[in-house]
């Protein structure tokens, strides 16, 4: 991690100011199944603190801060083409890996995505962002709109949609679990939290 000051500024992108954070992170299209130790990483750039901290500290306190940084520095790791991990967020945020899980998890109740790369690849317990998704469809919001709500492009959208459409077809059909888990080639967890929706 480098804090990029007046020194080193210079050599760097015109579009950076003072007080930007110079972060490695795994590059967003690096597959699940390899271990974090072998994913290829990108230098991004985070801003720690921006303009109105000061005020939201004051008038909402420590937690809310924390939570609003928390999306920013996922949400601009994005953008850049990498992910954070709940683990990188806690180094950043100077912070205990289980206030990250448990800020994730209100957020996450309160419709708030962070778009950390546990959260985009469904990795670990959390509810999926595909569930989200069809929550989302359910609810009459459009395609493109759900889309720049979940962070994900068009075609993702939509094959979650047609998967979803066919788990439940599947299960009018009285076809068993374990057999909708072997045509959709979709875990039984995601399986599980469609037909809950």
């Known amino acids: 991690m480098?804090?990029?000051?007046?020194?080193?500024?210079?050599?760097?992108?015109?579009?950076?100011?003072?007080?930007c954070l110079c972060y490695e992170a795994i590059i967003e299209n690096e597959p699940i199944a390899k271990p974090l130790?072998?994913?290829?990483?990108?230098?991004?750039?985070?801003?720690?603190?921006?303009?109105?901290?000061?005020?939201i500290l004051k008038s909402k306190g420590i937690a809310y801060l924390r939570r609003e940084r928390l999306i920013h520095l996922a949400k601009e790791a994005k953008k850049q083409g990498a992910l954070l991990t709940q683990e990188d967020l806690a180094l950043l945020l100077c912070t205990s890996l289980s206030t990250v899980k448990r800020d994730i998890i209100d957020l996450t109740k309160e419709g708030v995505i962070v778009p950390t790369r546990g959260y985009l690849k469904d990795i670990g317990r959390g509810i999926s962002f595909k569930s989200q998704i069809i929550k989302f469809y359910k609810k009459g919001y459009p395609i493109s709109?759900?889309?720049?709500?979940?962070?994900?492009?068009?075609?993702?959208?939509?094959?979650?949609?047609?998967?979803?459409?066919?788990?439940?077809?599947l299960n009018n059909k009285k076809i068993p679990l374990k057999n909708i888990h072997i045509?959709?080639?979709l875990s039984i967890k995601l399986?599980?939290?469609?037909?809950?929706?």
């Not at 068009?154 to 077809?169: A, H, S, T």
């Open 2 to 19: 480098i804090i990029i000051g007046e020194s080193n500024l210079k050599s760097t992108t015109n579009n950076l100011t003072k007080g």
């Open 37 to 55: 130790s072998k994913c290829k990483k990108m230098s991004i750039f985070l801003y720690l603190h921006r303009n109105n901290d000061k005020k």
């Open 145 to 169: 709109e759900i889309g720049t709500k979940m962070m994900q492009p068009i075609d993702i959208i939509e094959k979650c949609i047609k998967n979803y459409k066919k788990v439940i077809n």
């Open 183 to 185: 045509v959709t080639h």
């Open 191 to 197: 399986i599980k939290e469609y037909l809950k929706i």
